[in-house]
């Protein structure tokens, strides 16, 4: 299957402090990719949908300035979040879709565990 | 999005027996149901996915079956054994068919 790398695979950050995180298709090209945060013992919510040259779609109650999502290539999608706080401290997940090749199935990164002090 | 509802929470079944974990969801429009399998600060992996063409696919010991009516699918698992021990969650799309929702996940315990 087609593999999505994640970096960093963990952080810890003062808290007010920016974390970026990135997200890349490494065999093939994804118009659109995804981002989920995962509290523990809990299941994945996904936050937005990133799109490749434009704008992401957030979901509901997901602030946006905060959880700033930008997708400047078929193979990269970045997810930082501002002045972070320690209730942000969680598992992030990205996940990827080939659709020009037509396939149903995501692709999920492995993780990035965040941490705020 | 999409409401998508997932029983039990959690689920202890002696090794050799059978395990169903059951989903709903809402959006009727919904046309593709995978579950994953998640070890603890893993990825999910995919373990089955099924298309709303058919009611039920099977691949050895693990099987889905759907109801496009009553807009449930359900995971079997045959002859669990200990290492089939995980996190399930099964997802279902949402309006524009690009993303995902995931239920809430079922915690399998398989008892040597």
């Known amino acids: 299957g087609a593999v999505v790398s994640q970096h960093p695979s963990w952080v810890i950050c003062k808290s007010g402090t920016s974390v970026k995180i990135e997200c890349r298709s490494l065999?093939?090209?994804?118009?659109?990719m995804f981002w989920y945060r995962q509290f523990p013992k809990q299941s994945l919510m996904l936050m937005a949908t990133?799109?490749?040259?434009?704008?992401?779609?957030?979901e509901q109650g997901v602030e946006k300035d905060k959880f700033l999502i930008n997708h400047a290539s078929l193979t990269l999608s970045t997810l930082t979040v501002t002045s972070a706080h320690p209730e942000d401290s969680s598992f992030y997940i990205c996940s990827a879709r080939d659709l020009a090749g037509g396939i149903d199935e995501q692709f999920f990164g492995p993780g990035t565990r965040l941490t705020v002090l | 999005g999409e409401n998508v509802e997932q029983h039990p929470s959690t689920l202890s079944v002696q090794e050799g027996d059978s395990a169903v974990i059951k989903c709903t969801y809402s959006?009727?429009?919904?046309?593709?149901f995978p579950w994953y399998k998640q070890e603890l600060g893993k990825r999910p992996q995919l373990i089955i996915d099924?298309?709303?063409?058919?009611g039920e696919k099977k691949d050895q010991r693990i099987a889905v079956t759907l109801n496009k009516t009553a807009k449930h699918f359900s995971l079997h698992i045959t002859e669990t054994q200990p290492e089939d021990s995980a996190v399930y969650f099964c997802?279902?799309?949402?309006?524009?068919?690009?993303?995902?929702?995931f239920g809430t996940g079922t915690s399998l315990t398989v008892i040597p």
């Open positions: 099924i298309r709303s063409n058919v």
């Open positions: 065999d093939f090209q994804a118009t659109t």
């Open positions: 990133s799109n490749e040259g434009s704008k992401a779609t957030y």
């Open positions: 959006d009727s429009a919904s046309n593709y």
């Open positions: 997802a279902a799309p949402g309006d524009t068919g690009n993303q995902f929702y």
